[in-house]
Nanobody, 120 residues
Framework: QVRLVESGGGSVQAGESLRLSCAAS????????MGWYRQAPGKQRELVAS???????NYADSVKGRFTISRDNAKNTVYLQMNSLKPEDTAVYYC??????????????WGQGTQVTVSS
């Protein structure tokens, strides 16, 4: 079994910062791309940022310069540092990872989501 567990969400004022963490556990042989998505009420889930195993990062235009994604391969963990938060960043944030299990199957896994609320 593989699990992704997120932490670090909360409620902040505009301009403040939050750091999200997502730890993968279970029968993991390796993790390829990891990323963060978000879904606001009434909207589709969208990619926020992704990072390859070697550390190449990709960002949505709306968060470039404000958010930073990073990962610790030894801890099977991905982070999202969110600075200068805006009310439009309010959403449920989901961790995503392409994981190769001990059975040598690669599949796409999701965390349970963590709420981020930014008030003006």
């Amino acid at each position: 079994q593989v699990r992704l567990v997120e932490s670090g969400g909360g409620s902040v004022q505009a301009g403040e910062s939050l750091r999200l963490s997502c730890a993968a556990s279970g029968s993991i042989l390796g993790i390829n791309d990891m990323g963060w998505y978000r879904q606001a009420p009434g909207k589709q889930r969208e990619l926020v940022a992704s990072i390859t195993r070697s550390g190449f990062a990709n960002y949505a235009d709306s968060v470039k310069g404000r958010f930073t994604i990073s990962r610790d391969n030894a801890k099977n963990t991905v982070y999202l540092q969110m600075n200068s938060l805006k009310p439009e960043d309010t959403a449920v944030y989901y961790c995503n990872a392409r994981i190769v299990t001990m059975a040598r199957d690669e599949d796409n896994y999701w965390g349970q989501g963590t709420q981020v609320t930014v008030s003006s």
